[in-house]
């Protein structure tokens, strides 16, 4: 199995509709609004956040996340997974009335579980929600700047980017990276090549969360590929969300040719009906990478994670048999 690497998942957007059914029951929850026959079940972006939020909603206490996290790692690491990052969202932890703190310890149980179960390396990424504003981004951002958890190692910004402009989120960015912490963002999946463009100018990323718009402007993919910008790809995501019609008209492949820096990920796996390994075999299938190739795209998100460099040398090694550069 191709040894595989992920950057970018939600954890809330990775609970499976079984676990979830269960969540419900526990809590005495009625799902009919967003699962249906086991699975999830929205038509748009704004219906899918709804989705998300439903799910996000019936996990409450520091074990529900613990649970998230673990069974979330494990089953990526039977697909062949030795590194994931996540990203977390306080915002959705204290809706259900749960801390900042609280719902990132838990998470760090299930890391530590998983860990010990399987093997598996990971990281969190703390978000703010672009749509729920400037206010709660900055919060989002204290928190992940001070929190001290050893497996916070980044600082992004999901939901919908159609919504504000990033310079208003500049101070959020900042205070993360001061603090030391990876910085990545979405953009240029809902927005166009604008919209990285003013990511990039004033967010500084390392990472792009998406950014695949980029492919309309050829100067801008020029760009990405100069500064070595990763791209977090996700394309099953990209043609469920009807960002592009099918695979055979996704940029992967261009941006890839055109020497940009690209990473496979699932984004929101079950929503999406899809995994890191059917991302990997996506870009087998659709996008004619042969296994040397995929290696290559593993290598390339152990080089752009947020871990310290002991650990990086640690995951390189463990795919240094594999990858022949
Ligand atoms: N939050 C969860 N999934 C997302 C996506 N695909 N884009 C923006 N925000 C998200
Ligand atoms: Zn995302």
Redesign the pocket.
């Known amino acids: 199995m191709i040894p595989k690497a992920e950057l970018h998942c939600?954890i809330e957007?990775a609970a499976a509709p079984e676990l979830v059914l269960r969540q419900a029951e526990k809590y005495g929850a009625d799902v009919s609004a967003f699962i249906r026959d086991g699975a999830y079940h929205w038509h748009d972006f704004t219906s899918f956040?709804k989705a998300?939020d439903g799910a996000a909603g019936l996990f409450r206490t520091p074990e529900d996340y613990a649970l998230l996290s673990e069974t979330y790692l494990c089953d990526l690491a039977g697909q062949g997974a030795i590194y994931a990052e996540f990203f977390t969202s306080p915002d959705h932890a204290s809706r259900v009335g749960l801390s900042a703190r609280s719902y990132t310890e838990g998470l760090g149980e299930g890391m530590r579980r998983a860990r010990e179960r399987t093997g598996i390396e990971a990281r969190m990424i703390v978000t703010g929600v672009r749509h729920v504003g400037v206010e709660a981004v900055e919060r989002a951002a204290q928190f992940a700047a001070g929190c001290g958890h050893a497996l916070v190692t980044g600082f992004g910004m999901?939901?919908?980017?159609r919504m504000g402009h990033p310079r208003d989120f500049a101070r959020a960015f900042d205070i993360a990276r001061e603090a030391g912490l990876g910085i990545t963002v979405?953009a240029g999946?809902f927005g166009g090549p604008d919209s990285i463009e003013a990511a990039l100018d004033a967010l500084r990323p390392s990472r792009i969360g998406h950014g695949v718009r980029a492919i309309e402007k050829p100067a801008l993919v020029e760009r990405l590929s100069a500064e070595g910008v990763v791209l977090e790809v996700?394309p099953v995501?990209n043609v469920v969300?009807g960002v592009f019609p099918g695979f055979a008209s996704h940029p992967f492949p261009a941006l890839y040719a055109a020497g940009c820096k690209v990473t496979l990920n699932s984004?929101?796996p079950p929503h999406f009906h899809t995994s890191l390994g059917h991302e990997y075999e996506v870009a087998s299938r659709h996008f004619g990478l042969d296994d040397a190739a995929l290696d290559v795209i593993t290598h390339t998100a152990l080089e752009a994670a947020f871990v310290d460099e002991p650990t990086r040398s640690a995951l390189l090694a463990r795919i240094g048999q594999h990858v022949a550069l």
């Open positions: 939600h957007g956040l998300y999901a939901g919908d980017e979405h999946e996700c995501s969300l984004d929101d």
